[in-house]
Nanobody, 130 residues
Framework: QLQLVESGGGLVQPGGSLRLSCVAS????????IGWFRQAPGKEREGVSC????????MYKASVKGRFTISRDNAKNTVYLQMNSLKPEDTAEYYC???????????????????????WGQGTQVTVSS
């Protein structure tokens, strides 16, 4: 069974940091670009970041650029999202996603489109509050 599992979320004060992990089971991640998305209550799910299969190319939503860093360890079948200088507006459920059916190794111009990914994790909650 192909599965993605996120972890690392929690409650953090503004200015704090968290590192999210996305681990795959049932398949290897090293052939796919991986995206991180988030969804706040009452809002659409939005793309936060993407990393290519090789890790050589990354993409970020403008509001997180310079604060978030995406990385991957293909040997551990894991993708990370390091989040620094967190703000209350970063509060959301965070999801990782893989384009397994499309077999896409690069992020490309459509990296933030939900429809470009067909496998999703269950999400991990990030709450930034004092």
């Amino acid at each position: 069974q192909l599965q993605l599992v996120e972890s690392g979320g929690g409650l953090v004060q503004p200015g704090g940091s968290l590192r999210l992990s996305c681990v795959a089971s049932g398949f290897t991640l090293d052939s796919y670009a991986i995206g991180w998305f988030r969804q706040a209550p009452g809002k659409e799910r939005e793309g936060v970041s993407c990393i290519s299969a090789s890790g050589g190319s990354t993409m970020y939503k403008a509001s997180v650029k310079g604060r978030f860093t995406i990385s991957r360890d293909n040997a551990k079948n894991t993708v990370y999202l390091q989040m620094n200088s967190l703000k209350p507006e970063d509060t959301a459920e965070y999801y990782c996603a893989a384009p397994v059916g499309l077999g896409r190794p690069s992020c490309g111009s459509g990296w933030s489109r939900k429809g470009d990914y067909d496998y999703w994790g269950q999400g991990t909650q990030v709450t930034v509050s004092s």
